[in-house]
């Protein structure tokens, strides 16, 4: 801790600082239709056909596997750049689609699909996520570094009570996360070398990233993410973000 000399700190925001998965489970639950429509409306299927726990992370996984698949390849260079928003709507086509195969009738309302979409935006945040950050930013500039794109990243700070000095988005860069040049992104808006700041994540992969181009590390145990792999050496392991600030001598 003694050589660690931080003047700004940047942190990821989807599973770090949001409840990824629990947002997008609720989105799609909502694909499955109602099973206590409006007198007007057409009968809906008996509320035995709703998605169950295991459907319902079986979707789950296939919009994450999209999602991670398709930013690799815009990363690898293997296909050209789409902002998140049209690579959500890719996920939540797929998604519906799944849910209309396990679920009669389910996912097949344009408007649902629409809203399983936009689900990224609506994510709630960790428990110690608010007062997590107010506490840091008495004592450092906070940035945001997200793959979500500008307008996503606008509307999830919102949702999710997010309080920046600055929030950027990888579509800046036209590339995601681990790409150097989104890292890059921090460094150049902090006017500072990377080695004076501290980069905050859930998940080993982008730490691994950001060290790469110079800034020092630290991880946060959330539920969800990416632990580290014993080969892994990052500066600080926090269990929350309280024990962050702790560690980093925010009183």
Do not use: C
């Amino acid at each position: 801790m003694a050589e660690l000399t931080i003047d700004a700190v940047v942190f990821d925001v989807l599973g770090t600082l949001v409840d990824e998965p629990a947002g997008l489970r609720t989105a799609i639950r909502a694909l499955t239709p109602s099973a206590s429509p409006s007198p007007s409306a057409s009968p809906s299927p008996p509320a035995s056909l709703s998605l169950d726990d295991s459907g319902t992370e079986r979707l789950l996984l296939l919009w994450q596997r999209h999602i991670e698949r398709e930013q690799g390849r815009i990363v690898d260079g293997d296909r050209p750049y789409l902002p998140s928003d049209a690579l959500d709507r890719e996920a939540a086509e797929i998604v519906a689609r799944a849910a209309g195969a396990e679920v009669p009738a389910a996912g097949t309302d344009p408007d649902a699909v629409e809203s399983l979409a936009r689900a990224a935006r609506r994510l709630p945040p960790w428990p110690d996520t608010v007062a997590g950050l107010a506490r840091l930013a008495e004592r450092f500039p906070l940035i945001g570094l997200s793959n979500a794109s500008r307008t996503a990243l606008l509307e999830l700070n919102a949702h999710a009570g997010l309080r920046w000095h600055q929030a950027l988005s990888a579509e800046d860069a036209r590339t995601y996360k681990p790409d150097p040049e989104v890292y890059r992104l921090a460094v150049t808006v902090a006017g500072l070398p990377p080695e004076r700041l501290l980069m905050v994540a859930a998940h080993a992969w982008d730490l691994r990233g950001a060290q790469a181009l110079g800034l020092r590390t630290a991880y946060v145990a959330r539920p969800v993410g990416d632990p580290p792999a014993s080969s892994d050496r990052f500066d600080l392991y926090a269990e929350d973000l309280a024990d962050l600030a702790d560690q980093l001598g925010v009183s």
